[in-house]
């Protein structure tokens, strides 16, 4: 997989060789990279996707809990701050 699913440069340059507009990253692998998602915008290539930045706030629990809490949305119960 690190040839090829988790390959950011390989597939960038596949999606310029094709001029694809976009890349949806499927399930697990890049999916969830912040990174990955930040490759493909500075490459004008959409990524199909939340953005980096939402990544990188819902990938910190405590920060998404924070967030959720100041939205008021219901949060399950559980510790105030880390643990």
């Keep these: ?3 090829s699913y988790l390959n950011i440069p390989k597939i ?3 999606a310029e060789i094709t001029n694809a507009d976009g ?3 499927g399930y697990g692998f890049l999916s969830e990279d912040a990174r990955f ?3 493909c915008e500075s490459c004008n290539i959409a990524f199909i ?3 980096a930045g939402v ?8 920060t998404s809990r924070e967030l959720a809490e100041r939205s008021n949305v219901p949060v399950p119960p559980g510790s105030d701050g880390m643990v």
């Design 1 to 3: 997989s690190k040839d």
């Design 12 to 14: 960038i340059a596949a």
């Design 23 to 25: 890349i949806h990253p």
């Design 37 to 39: 998602a930040e490759v």
């Design 49 to 51: 996707g939340p953005g």
């Design 55 to 62: 990544m990188n706030t819902f990938g910190d629990k405590q």
